[in-house]
Nanobody, 123 residues
């Protein structure tokens, strides 16, 4: 059974840093595509970044503040968030698909599996 488990969320003052981690288990695909999304109540899920199979994406609006790291041996995807702003407050979700990563950008319907989400609050 596949599973995605997020960790690292919490509350932070503006300007601070947080690192979110997502651990995948139960997959047999060696080129698993893993991604981070976030969602504010009332809005659609926003694709932030993905890594897998040689493809990579990071939303342009996050470059310079957010960095994504992939540990292929552990099937883990970390999202390091620096210079946090109140508008970064959201539920952050890890997602994965056994298919290839998208060619560009990250849409929710490209990913089959989802973690339970972790809350990030910036004040």
């Amino acid at each position: 059974q596949v599973q995605l488990v997020e960790s690292g969320g919490g509350s932070m003052q503006a300007g601070g840093s947080l690192t979110l981690s997502c651990a995948a288990s139960g997959y047999t695909n060696t080129n698993l595509c893993m991604a981070w999304f976030r969602q504010v109540p009332g809005n659609e899920r926003q694709g932030l970044a993905y890594r897998g199979g040689g493809r990579a994406f990071l939303d342009d609006s996050l470059k310079g503040r957010f960095t994504v790291f992939r540990d292929n041996a552990k099937d883990r995807l970390d999202l390091q968030m620096n210079g946090l702003k109140p508008e970064d407050s959201a539920i952050y979700y890890c997602a994965a698909t056994a298919r290839s990563c998208p060619l560009s950008s990250a849409a929710a319907n490209d990913f089959r599996d989802w973690g339970q989400g972790t809350q990030v609050t910036v004040s």
